[in-house]
Every structure is written in C-alpha cells, then in structure tokens.
C-alpha cells in the first residue's frame, strides 16, 4: 500500500500531491479521504474541453473514477508523471512513452512539441480529394426541375386518372412543356448525379477526419499535461484555494466584486438559485447575490460574493458595483440578495449600538409621522367646522389659564429632576471610585453590551465552510473548508490609503475649546436646574423623584 503524505488545511486532513509517484498511485487513495468527489464540467476557470475529455460517459460531471482513468492513461502514455506538475501545454518528445503518439509528435520535427503546433498541424492537414461527377444539366435547368416537380407530378398523376375515367384536368392546371417520360428521365438523372456528389463528399470528409484524427491522442495529451494538476490541485486537494500566493486562484473562483471600497476575491457563479437558498445559508458567511451584465460581450452571469472583511452598514438591495471575470472583463453588477452573518469581531462589537440607533431613528421617524399626521387631521377638521358667530364678530380669545399649564409644568420638573437625579447618581458613584476602577466598570458595561455579539460572532466565523456554497453548485465536497478569520481576511481587500494633509474646504468644522466648555457648562446648568426644580415641588407639596 503506498503512503500518501497528509497536512491539514482548512479544517480538514487531506492527502499532499508533490510527485509523479503520488500521481501514480491515486487509484490508492481512499474515496473517503478525497476532498471533492464531483465536479460539473463547464462554468469554470479551467479549460471546458479538458474536462469533457476526462467526462467519459458525459453526463456533465467529474467523478472520482473518471479522475483516476485519467490519471492512469497519463502514466501508461508518459515516461514520467512529475512533468505533470509543470502544468505546461507542452512536452518534449523524450517524455511520451506511447510510441504511436510519439511517432505522430516526430512527424512535427521538434523536440518540444505544443499545443500550438498541433492545433497548426491539424489545420494544415489536407487529402487527395474524390472528384464528384459533372451535373447532368446546368444549374438553372436543375432548379427549374425542383420548382416544378410537385406541380408537374400532379398534372402527370391527374392525366392518368383521366386516363382511367377517374378525373378530370382543370383548366387551370400547370401543363408541363415535356412529356412524362422525358420528366421522368431527368429527375432520375438528377437523383444519381446528387446521391454521387453526396456519396463524394462524404468520402472527403471522412478522409480529412481521419487524417486530423491522428493527431488527437497528441492534442489530449497535452491538454491533460497542462489541465491535470490544476483540476487535481482543485479536486482531490484545495491547494490552490487555500494557497498564500492569491494570483493562483481556484477553479471556481469567477473574478472579483469590487464594492464599498473592498474587494471580494471569493465571487462563484450561480447556476441553481434554488439550491443557493437551500444550501447556502449554511456557510456561515456573509453573502452578497449580484446580477452582473456586460454590454460590451452581450454576456450576463449572476455570481454570489463572500464579504470577510469590514462593515456592512453601506451594502444593501439594489446597490451597484463593478464585477471583473478571470479575464480582466468588466461586469455592471447589481446586489439583488444579501444573506447576512458575522463578518468580524470588530463589526459585531459595534452591532448592539447600531441596532439601537436604528430603532432610536425609527422610534422617532415614527412618532414624528404620527404626531404630523394627528396636527393635520386637528387643523383640517378645525377649518372645517369653524363657523363665524351670526353677529359677525369674532369669537372671543379664551384668557391664558395658568393653571391648565400648571400640570404641564409639574411633568417637566420631574422629568428634569428625574435626569438630575440620574446624573448625579452615575457622578456621585464614578466619584466614589480610583480612576483605574472608573475604566473597568467603563468595560464592564461595554462587555455586558457587546460581548454575547462578539461571543455569537466568533462561534459563527470559526464555522464558516465554502462547502455548501460549492454543494449548491453542483459540486459534491467531501470534507469541510473552513474560511477562517485569518484565512478570511486575505479573501477581501480593504481599501488603504496613503497618509496625507490636506484641508477640506466642505469638511465638517469640529468643535473649538470655547464651545465644548459652553455646552459643558450648559449640561451642568441644566443638571442644576431639574435639582432646583425637584426640591421646589418637594417644598409645594408635589412629589418629588428625589429623595
């Protein structure tokens, strides 16, 4: 039993590929101990013809059998499998072991034999073609011929009728300027002359076929000694996801979402959006589902974009960005899902506080709406009962009533007296403590805040897995690939700029040091005015909140 070396990468052991013996000996490995055990074959960044080449009963998926024929015909057809990993589209003759693929290779007379030089091989190929037979009549008769040959086969068949006493010919009817044998006799003419000149080019063809045919092992050989490592790098391993150098992407890595400043680098088609509900979810990771269209190519894909990095706060529905595909190309993107998860520690730290700002904004828009709306229907319904009196003259102004206000006046003292209080209890108590004791009870209370977010965040980013985002591709992923938080953040780039000193003439001025000490003094009047306020309706008899 040969012996496999092992690492563990993303979570999970897998088998390490570093040889032609590895290679060898893949038929070995335990199914079980696979990263992927199918892979659809078209929609990725890896040459589609290789892998329907390797697709033996093309059924549009890349299995784990189909993987190991291939590999094994790889060994059988080179000398050594290590040049393999060189994953060139090109091979020196002295490595073909076949001899049949080596005897075509030396017909090229190089000693390195590519892609290209095949591809102009076949182009180039030509044969000593059979000629087809002269037509029996020119080309204008014979379409005269086709035009008329159901008109005149009715006429033909309506005079034998006649003939029989069985039918008449209408007056009308195309007489043909030929008699019935003569019309006859060409078409038969005809017939032989088009089922030899089909018979001919059938020939050619098959014959040109036949010779471009041999060089067809070639051609796959050095598809697969460029494609092979690649899909296996990408199949039974995930080295080139998990790689530290990020210009060697893997296969079903798109392109890259720039938005919000960032860049996704985890962009994968979506080809079932149904199965994207179902599975995706699962990944743990924050999700951005992008329409993406390019005018230019007349193309259009959607792809779904893992952010793993940052804030979220300016992403939403309908927002718009700019996707590039593996080739440079530029797509016009449009978010038109999100499915949200932790992104990092940081941003689920500051989550609690947003989420209460929010319904702080909302309580207020809300009431606000509702208290607009309440004056509205007052003023509307009071222009539209008011009446004037039948003397003419107005109404009489109703006299200030200080005691309707006195009620008014209460209520805000004690709102005051209450916010006093308060203060001064929060005073009196940081007083009461060192200064290092007023910092830990300050990250208590941001502890007792944002801690079970963080806590919920760092549980969920050590469990987000690429697997069932692969799953709901039609991949069938065989053991976990985990993205964790050091791993995630290589996968989004966040914009950097240099240090600069500039003024912004439209930036925001800031406060100066006499207007910080004006509105420092004005909270503490205020704190000083709700005491006053609080022990004046003490003193008159109302309750007052402070005791």
């Not at 390797?54 to 040049?83: F, N, Y």
């Not at 993205?483 to 780039?493: M, P």
Request: net charge negative; with cysteine; hydrophobic share 45%.
């Amino acid at each position: 039993m040969y012996n496999f070396t092992f690492e563990t990468v993303g979570g999970a052991t897998r088998v390490r590929l570093k040889s032609g013996e590895d290679i060898r000996h893949l038929n070995e490995l335990d199914k079980k101990m696979w990263t992927v055990l199918s892979c659809p074959t078209t929609e990725l960044e890896i040459d589609s013809e290789s892998l329907k080449l390797m697709d033996t009963d093309g059924d549009g998926q890349l299995h784990v059998k189909e993987v190991v024929e291939a590999s094994e015909w790889l060994c059988r057809t080179l000398t050594d499998p290590q040049i393999l990993f060189e994953g060139k589209a090109e091979l020196p003759i002295s490595a073909i072991a076949d001899d049949s693929i080596a005897a075509v290779a030396k017909q090229l007379n190089k000693d390195i034999i590519r892609l290209a030089d095949v591809d102009a091989a076949i182009a180039a190929v030509s044969i000593d073609e059979q000629t087809a037979p002269a037509a029996p009549y020119d080309a204008n008769t014979i379409a005269a011929y086709k035009a008329k040959q159901a008109e005149y086969a009715a006429y033909f068949e309506q005079e034998r009728l006649q003939q029989l006493g069985l039918a008449t010919i209408a007056e009308d009817a195309v007489k043909p300027g030929m008699n019935k044998d003569d019309f006859t006799q060409m078409g038969e003419a005809i017939v032989a002359w088009e089922t030899a000149s089909q018979a001919a080019n059938e020939a050619n063809t098959n014959a040109l076929n036949a010779a471009k045919n041999v060089y067809i092992p070639l051609r796959n050989l050095l598809l697969l000694s460029r494609d092979f490592i690649k899909l296996l790098r990408n199949y039974v391993t995930l080295d080139d996801f998990y790689s530290r150098d990020q210009t060697n992407k893997a296969i079903f890595q798109a392109g890259t979402l720039y938005i919000d400043q960032r860049a996704c680098h985890l962009c994968i088609r979506v080809r079932d959006m149904a199965k994207q509900d179902s599975q995706a979810p699962q990944s743990g990771m924050y999700l951005i589902y992008c329409d993406c269209n390019s005018k230019k190519l007349g193309k259009s894909m959607k792809i779904v974009a893992a952010l793993t990095m940052g804030d979220v706060q300016n992403i939403s529905i309908g927002k718009n960005a700019i996707f590039y595909d593996r080739e440079g190309n530029d797509y016009d993107a449009t978010v038109y899902k999100i499915i949200e998860n932790p992104i990092s520690i940081r941003q689920a730290f500051w989550s609690p506080y947003r989420r209460m700002a929010k319904w702080v904004e909302d309580m207020i828009n809300k009431r606000a709406s509702e208290k607009d709306s309440a004056i509205m229907a007052e003023a509307t319904t009071k222009i539209e009962t008011a009446q004037m009196p039948a003397d003419g003259q107005k109404p009489a102004t109703q006299a200030f009533d200080i005691a309707k206000f006195a009620g008014i006046f209460a209520a805000i003292g004690m709102a005051l007296g209450m916010i006093g209080s308060a203060l001064v209890a929060v005073a009196s108590g940081f007083k009461a403590l060192t200064w290092w004791q007023d910092i830990l009870v300050v990250l208590a209370i941001l502890l007792i805040i944002s801690g079970p977010s963080m806590i919920m965040a760092a549980i969920k980013l050590r469990r987000r897995d690429l697997a069932p985002l692969l799953n709901a591709n039609g991949w069938a992923v065989n053991a976990a690939s985990v993205v964790s938080i050091l791993f995630g953040a290589t996968l989004t780039d966040q914009v950097k700029f240099p240090l600069i000193k500039m003024t912004d003439p439209f930036a925001k001025k800031g406060l100066n040091g006499w207007q910080i000490c004006l509105i420092i003094v004005l909270c503490i009047a205020l704190i000083g005015v709700g005491l006053w306020l609080g022990d004046m309706l003490g003193c008159i008899g109302l309750t007052s909140p402070i005791k």
